[in-house]
């Protein structure tokens, strides 16, 4: 924890003991709408420059298909990375405020930068209808390209773990109320995200393919500007906690302690380092209570020896002595990592449709009358929509329906919602496997590389799909934003992001297995261009096999550590109001 002189102690008791009053009317909805509002036109603004990027760059600066795939897979890991950075200072540092201002600021100067070797001829090489011969971009071309990428990777680095931090931030957790708030803000916030995709993916990306690359591109650069303004709007609203120092360093610190007093024998007898709060400002923090979970790491906290503690009852050495609050930290973390596990293999599952399914699309018929053909990307809207009419139904049907059937109303545990959707993202690949054998099987009978088979039949996998994310990755979002210690609430929203990463790095390594395996095959599972010469379905089934084990992991061991978690609410009890600044 960061360390105050004892006049900054004072003012800083002074300035609580002032706005203690001013504090009940910050946050809440009122300051979560501009929140919101940010997320919207930021999500807005990024997909559309993500979902199109490869084309931009094969069309407009000639790369070759692996260059411009591989550019955008360098691009892509940094903003993946760079949130993980993000987290870190913002948690340690600079606030989650300043983190999501300083986000949104360089996310327009890179979108900025993007428009401008759009719009300007010069900045870009002549355009190559032929696709062969193509003169190569320069290296200022490159170069304009390049800073427009990486401060847009820098933004991402600072929003994309900052919002959904900081909107859990403008709600009291200690509460139901607030509990029960923030959950509603999860879901909008997922619904908010999803309406953003739709017009991206429709609107945008059209205009970019269709009309004008430089209008598609200062479409979002607007989007930015708006994002930005909605966020300084809201400036005398928002309840803004002071960062707390490095964290990761205490969590360090427990481990090595712990280490360092393996030998001790843990008792009812030992006595742990539990200083009282040294100043106003950490008595404000939000105390966790000794638990019996993961007893091992309790020895960090073990006082051996009198001498361990000075005469203030301090510890003089930190990395063999912690407190009992740095010991907690370090078991709430480790307490949600089985249950983070559980939820990679329902991403693993959420992510087929995006990618097979695409291809399935390509390979189907998808004439709507005589004149309208579908556009395969399109089908990625159907998970969107399924997602968007849940959260809706939820909260506008279900929620106020319980609310008139009982006295508090009753919303769905974090613990039951990951468990429908592990159980969804199996349904999801048994229902797509069928799927695919009738599709392959009309296509090998009819001949042909498009199945007569319609694109209404790829819908229900797709539609399972979205309901796999509103089941699975909402809950995950909010456990880690709510359930971790308050000065890692950010890290928490970068590590959601992290599982979405590593659930893509799985599909890939399971990708190349399977090809390898069943290459010499009669009939390879997967590999080429054409899905009627594969068995995309045995695919989709072994996902299922791997979604059994993991419900099977989830109900039998995982959820346990989901009521070990429940410490860190403690309804009723009488803690004062966060720090702010």
């Given amino acids: 924890m960061v360390n105050e002189n004892h006049s900054s102690e004072n003012q800083d008791t002074l300035a609580y003991l002032t706005h203690s009053s001013a504090r009940k009317k910050l946050g809440g909805w009122r300051a979560v709408r501009y929140v919101l509002g940010n997320e919207t036109f930021e999500k807005l603004a990024s997909m559309s420059l993500i979902a199109n990027l490869v084309l931009y760059l094969r069309t407009q600066y000639n790369m070759d298909t692996t260059v411009s795939v591989e550019v955008f897979n360098i691009w892509s890991g940094c903003s993946n990375f760079l949130p993980l950075l993000g987290a870190y200072f913002a948690d340690a540092y600079t606030g989650k405020f300043n983190m999501l201002l300083i986000g949104s600021i360089a996310s327009s100067l890179g979108m900025g930068f993007m428009s401008l070797g759009a719009g300007v001829p010069s900045l870009r090489p002549p355009i190559c209808p032929s696709g062969s011969d193509c003169i190569q971009p320069t290296g200022s071309q490159l170069a304009i390209l390049y800073v427009g990428l990486g401060l847009f990777a820098v933004g991402s680095g600072g929003l994309r773990p900052c919002n959904i931090a900081f909107g859990a931030d403008q709600f009291d957790t200690k509460t139901e109320e607030g509990r029960a708030q923030l959950e509603s803000f999860c879901n909008w916030w997922y619904f908010l995200f999803t309406a953003a995709l739709l017009v991206a993916l429709t609107a945008v990306v059209y205009i970019q393919t269709n009309v004008s690359w430089f209008l598609g591109f200062v479409i979002p650069t607007v989007c930015f500007a708006f994002s930005l303004t909605i966020f300084l709007f809201g400036l005398n609203t928002y309840v803004r906690l002071k960062p707390k120092g490095s964290i990761i360093s205490d969590l360090v610190k427990v481990v090595v302690a712990a280490s360092r007093k393996r030998h001790v024998k843990l008792g009812s007898e030992l006595s742990f380092h539990d200083p009282p709060s040294a100043s106003e400002s950490e008595q404000r923090q939000k105390e966790l209570s000794h638990t019996n979970r993961f007893r091992y790491f309790d020895k960090a906290c073990v006082i051996t020896d009198p001498t361990e503690r000075d005469s203030s009852g301090k510890s003089v050495d930190s990395w063999r002595l912690c407190s009992v609050q740095q010991v907690e930290e370090l078991k709430s973390i480790l307490a949600t990592l089985p249950v983070w596990l559980a ?43 399924a997602l968007s009419m849940w959260v809706f139904l939820y909260e506008k049907v279900y929620v106020p329906w319980t609310m008139r059937t009982s006295t508090k109303g009753k919303r769905l545990s974090i613990e039951h919602r990951i468990l429908i959707g592990i159980v969804l993202s199996i349904g999801c690949m048994v229902v797509s496997g069928p799927v695919e054998a009738r599709r392959r099987g009309d296509a090998l009978k009819h001949g042909s590389f498009e199945s007569p088979a319609s694109i209404w039949w790829l819908v229900p996998q797709f539609a399972l ?117």
Wanted: glycine content about 8%; hydrophobic content about 40%; overall charge neutral.
């Fill in 343 to 385: 939820g990679i293999i329902c991403f693993l599952s959420m992510g087929q449709a995006n990618s097979f399914g695409i291809l399935q699309a390509l390979q189907t018929n998808k004439s709507i009358g005589s004149h309208f053909s579908v556009p395969p990307a399109w089908m990625g809207l159907v998970p969107m929509i």
């Fill in 465 to 581: 799909s979205g309901l796999v994310e509103a089941f699975a990755a909402i809950p995950m979002m909010e456990l880690l934003t709510s359930y971790w210690p308050e000065s890692m609430k950010t890290l928490g929203g970068a590590t959601f992001f992290l599982s979405l990463s590593i659930a893509n790095y799985l599909s890939t390594i399971l990708i190349r297995i399977i090809e390898t395996v069943t290459r010499n095959g009669r009939t390879p599972w997967l590999g080429g261009n054409d899905l009627n010469k594969n068995r995309l379905e045995y695919y989709y089934y072994t996902i299922a096999l791997l979604g059994g084990f993991n419900l099977f992991y989830f109900q039998f061991f995982a959820r346990y550590y989901l009521h070990t978690q429940n410490v860190l609410q403690r309804p009723g009890r009488n803690e004062p109001e966060d720090e702010q600044y």
